[in-house]
Structure formats: structure tokens, C-alpha cells
């Protein structure tokens, strides 16, 4: 049963940081490119950042650039999103994704994507 479970999510002020956690499970983990999406209410769901099946490579939306860093461990199965310098805006459900090992201008995609986690809440108050 392929499961992507997402943790870390909660409530901080703005500035502060969060540290979300990915574990995934029932497939080949590391053979797939791993992304972060978010939706706020009343808003379309929107790329995050992606990191490819190695971890050599990663995406990142230009509104998180520079404040948030992806990344991976294959052997772990498990992915993470370290957001530093959170901002109001930032407030979001927060997915874990994967996608098959396409090319990386493909990631921003979340069409492409096959494998979803339930998302986890981030609130960052001001």
C-alpha cells in the first residue's frame, strides 16, 4: 500500500521555523522525485519545492527561495522541508508528493504527481 505521511506542521509566529517531515512507503521511494505543494483557503494548490530521486537536484518557487531548503534520504524514505523565516502568507495545508523520475521542469507540475500525502497544517501568525 503506497502511503506518503506528512508531520511537523503547526503554528508559528512570523520569522520563525518549521522543520516538515515526508515518510513514505509501499514503493520504490527512491527511484521518484519527491515535492512540496500547499493550498490555502479559497486558493488553487501551488508548487513548493522538489528535490529529484538523488537529491542532486532541487526546485524551488521563487516565494520561497532563499528560505526554504529541501531534501531527502533515500535510505530512510523520507523527505523534509525546512521553511526558515516564515511569513503570514506562508499559511497553508502543506503535501508531500511523488512523481515519476521525469525531468525536473516537469516538477512544478502537481498533475504529473501520483502519489499524494493527507497534508499537514502550517499557520504562521503575525
Known amino acids: 500500500q503506497v502511503r506518503l505521511v506528512e508531520s511537523g506542521g503547526g503554528v508559528v509566529q512570523a520569522g520563525g521555523s518549521l522543520r516538515l517531515s515526508c515518510a513514505a512507503s509501499g514503493f520504490p521511494f527512491s527511484s521518484r522525485g519527491v515535492g512540496w505543494f500547499r493550498q490555502a483557503p479559497g486558493k488553487e494548490r501551488e508548487f513548493v519545492a522538489a528535490i529529484n530521486w538523488s537529491g542532486k537536484s532541487t526546485y524551488y518557487a521563487d516565494s520561497v527561495k532563499g528560505r526554504f531548503d529541501i531534501s531527502r534520504d533515500n535510505g530512510g524514505n523520507t523527505a523534509a522541508l525546512q521553511m526558515n523565516s516564515l511569513k503570514p502568507e506562508d499559511t497553508a495545508v502543506y503535501f508531500c508528493?511523488?512523481?515519476?523520475?521525469?525531468?525536473?521542469?516537469?516538477?512544478?507540475?502537481?498533475?504529473?504527481?501520483?502519489?499524494w500525502g493527507q497534508g499537514t497544517q502550517v499557520t504562521v501568525s503575525s
Open positions: 508528493a511523488a512523481i515519476p523520475n521525469y525531468d525536473g521542469k516537469y516538477y512544478s507540475r502537481d498533475d504529473l504527481y501520483d502519489y
